[in-house]
């Protein structure tokens, strides 16, 4: 079974920054993206940013030039530095890994973005 843990989460002013993880453990054969999402209330979960296993990333517009996602030397850990974060970042923020057919989601960490 394989279980994903972030961490990194908090309560920052805006203009500030955070760095999340995300470790996933248990029985992985091969991983082909990893991504963070996040889902603010009242609001549907959206694509944050995404590192496929060749390194390809991918960013939502709104993220561009602020968020950086990242593996980690051990392969099974993805890191997303959030840098200028500002009141509208807030929202819980989720770590995802493809593995072919399967998905895997972890809890969650919140964010929260003061002004």
């Known amino acids: 079974q394989v279980q994903l843990v972030e961490s990194g989460g908090g309560l920052v002013q805006s203009g500030g920054s955070l760095r999340l993880s995300c470790t996933a453990s248990?029985?992985?054969?091969?991983?082909?993206?990893m991504s963070w999402y996040r889902q603010a209330p009242g609001k549907e979960r959206e694509l944050v940013a995404n590192?496929?296993?060749?390194?390809?990333?991918n960013y939502a517009d709104s993220v561009k030039g602020r968020f950086t996602v990242a593996r980690g030397n051990a392969k099974d850990t993805v890191y997303l530095q959030m840098n200028n974060l500002k009141p509208e970042d807030t929202a819980r923020y989720y770590c995802?890994?493809?593995?072919?057919?399967?998905?895997?989601w972890g809890q969650g960490t919140q964010v929260t973005v003061s002004s």
């Open positions: 995802n890994l493809g593995s072919w057919p399967f998905d895997y």
């Open positions: 590192i496929a296993s060749g390194g390809t990333t």
């Open positions: 248990g029985s992985i054969s091969s991983i082909s993206a």
